[in-house]
């Protein structure tokens, strides 16, 4: 079916002229080929957006276009696209719901490895939030679609048949290691370091397979953030870190350094992570070397988090050296540039530094401030709850799974028990049931539609012929209703057609795109071409009143035979 997206965050407004692409004017629905353009044009340019302004800029962009997309899989590749840039800038929430609308319209099409994909980017985002329990419950819904998918190769073949492929370059590795760089980054913000270095290490042998340098980079990376995160937080609370962690770190920093043909994201984020790393190993000359490139590559245009990271580790490697008015500054800096929707962890590490930097200069009532905030409020009272929380998360999702596999029988002996074998389409007894659950003042419309001369066709080309166009119409007509209305075989050729919340020229304007629709249809057989005509009645009124609309759209198609057929008629 047809369905449409809203606009979604901001105003769709005409894009600005700059170095990335300018998309689609607003002024119609583009066709087909057109609209797969736009949409690969934008996934372009979405690899080329390297600061807060050109995500903006690409936000927009993406809001018109969405206004005019029906919501089908490219649709759910620019939401989910938009969801993605949350991570590395701003606006989590509004992100969070941008993932979500992706992964439900990818899992409705199948597209569950795409689905598993949406839904870790909105965890990961919802956990920014400190929205806990949403973060758990999308993880939990990655989970269960990397396990509802199938195994038979012939099945998942499937998957490519919308050609998201064609229009992104996604391959089946590249797409599970974004959705084990996800749910890596969730375990980080759960403080389950272990877990986390395990999903990265998957992902990164996905990354490897496809040659995705981007993938690998940002994995690369975020391995070695979390053994910082760990070493880190021992510190913070007194303990001597593991030296194996941070020589690994050190390894894994050095090998994301090396990488060729880096983003220039990248060349700032790899020495400003090495930086970090040799602070933590107490090589603070080295490390402010590496911070001097990082800024050098950087000229205040990458994201501000990653500013604010540059930042915050110039300001550990300041503190050590001694120099406290120029550490604070820095904190300050990088705590601005963060700002209120960065992830938890950096947010918990500013706070860290802060109450060191205040102890160390005697500030001891603000460093005891910093440290109950870090401490008491994020760490130590939400460690052990928020590890287990993420320890449990695989269990969760198995037995979610579970219980979807028992419920997806009593699911699929309902939808039968109201769908039309033939055609797929909702059967007699579904439409009446709809029809009686349509609250009493709704504005509806009934197309009673009847396929013109059929039993010539039966009659001249044979009841397998016959049953070919009525799952073409069937096709034609599930195409042209959104998805709040319905459509169903009402008996042996006659279609009804439930439109509401619509005006009467609305109503008929989908009436006519159905005729249209059926009498451009072409079946070979037996070396003829066969093409067949459609008549369609309309009526209208309010559903408490159903009955009697259903019988003037009768009426209406009646007179659409008595005038000659291939007709819309409205009464």
Not at 75 to 87: C, T
Not at 148 to 153: L, S, V, W, Y
Not at 344 to 372: H, K, N, Y
Request: proline share 4%.
């Amino acid at each position: 079916m047809s369905k449409w997206v809203d606009p979604g965050r901001g105003a769709a407004t005409t894009p600005p002229r700059g170095e990335l692409s300018v998309v689609m004017a607003r002024s119609r629905l583009p066709t087909p080929v057109k609209l797969r353009e736009t949409v690969r044009n934008l996934v372009l340019d979405h690899r080329r957006i390297v600061d807060d302004d050109q995500a903006r800029q690409w936000c927009r962009r993406v809001s018109a276009v969405l206004e005019r997309l029906p919501a089908d899989p490219p649709a759910a590749l620019l939401l989910d696209l938009r969801a993605a840039l949350g991570i590395t800038f701003s606006e989590s929430g509004a992100c969070a719901r941008d993932g979500v609308r992706a992964a439900e319209i990818h899992r409705r099409n199948g597209l569950l490895l795409r689905a598993a994909m949406a839904y870790g980017r909105a965890a990961v985002l919802m956990s920014f939030t400190d929205d806990v329990a949403s973060a758990l419950d999308l993880a939990t819904e990655a989970l269960v679609c990397l396990d509802e998918r199938p195994t038979d190769p012939r099945v998942l073949a499937a998957e490519d048949r919308h050609h998201l492929k064609g229009i992104d370059g996604q391959t089946e590795p590249a797409l599970r290691s974004v959705v084990f760089n996800s749910l890596g980054i969730l375990c980080t913000e759960f403080y389950a370091y272990d877990r986390a270095r395990e999903l990265y290490r998957r992902g990164l042998a996905d990354a490897e397979i496809c040659s995705e340098p981007g993938r690998t980079a940002a994995l690369l990376n975020n391995l070695a953030v979390s053994h910082v995160y760990r070493c880190r937080n021992e510190v913070f609370q007194g303990k001597t870190p593991a030296q194996a962690g941070l020589c690994e770190a050190e390894r894994v920093a050095r090998r994301l350094a090396a990488l060729p043909l880096l983003p220039r994201v990248t060349q700032v984020m790899a020495p400003r992570l090495l930086a970090d790393v040799l602070c933590e190993q107490g090589r603070v000359q080295e490390a402010l070397e590496n911070l001097r490139r990082a800024s050098r590559t950087a000229a205040g245009h990458e994201p501000g988090q990653l500013q604010a990271k540059i930042n915050l580790t110039t300001a550990r490697c300041l503190r050590t050296l001694g120099e406290h008015d120029l550490a604070k500054d820095q904190i300050d800096l990088a705590s601005r540039r963060a700002g209120a929707h960065a992830a938890r962890s950096l947010r918990l590490t500013i706070v860290q530094e802060r109450s060191l930097l205040r102890e160390e200069t005697g500030d001891l009532e603000g460093a005891i401030e910093d440290a109950w905030t870090a401490g008491e409020m994020i760490w130590r009272r939400h460690r052990e709850q928020l590890g287990g929380l993420a320890a449990q998360l695989w269990d969760r999702a198995q037995a979610e799974g579970e219980r979807r596999r028992l419920q997806h029988r009593a699911d699929e002996l309902a939808r039968r028990a109201g769908q039309d074998p033939l055609t797929g389409l909702s059967n007699r007894r579904s439409m009446l049931s709809f029809l009686a659950a349509l609250p009493a003042h709704e504005p509806v419309f009934v197309l009673f539609a009847d396929v013109d001369a059929f039993k010539r066709i039966n009659d001249g080309y044979g009841h397998a012929s016959g049953d070919e166009v009525l799952r073409g119409i069937a096709e034609v007509l599930d195409g042209s209703v959104r998805e709040r209305d319905r459509a169903a075989r009402w008996g042996g050729e006659e279609f009804l057609v439930v439109v509401t919340r619509v005006e009467a020229a609305a109503a008929c304007e989908v009436a006519e795109r159905i005729r249209s629709g059926v009498s451009q249809l072409r079946w070979a057989v037996g070396g003829a071409q066969l093409k067949v005509t459609m008549s369609i009645g309309v009526a209208g009124g309010y559903a408490a009143c159903v009955d009697d609309i259903v019988q003037r759209a009768d009426e209406a198609l009646y007179q659409a035979k008595q005038t000659g057929r291939d007709r819309v008629v409205q009464r």
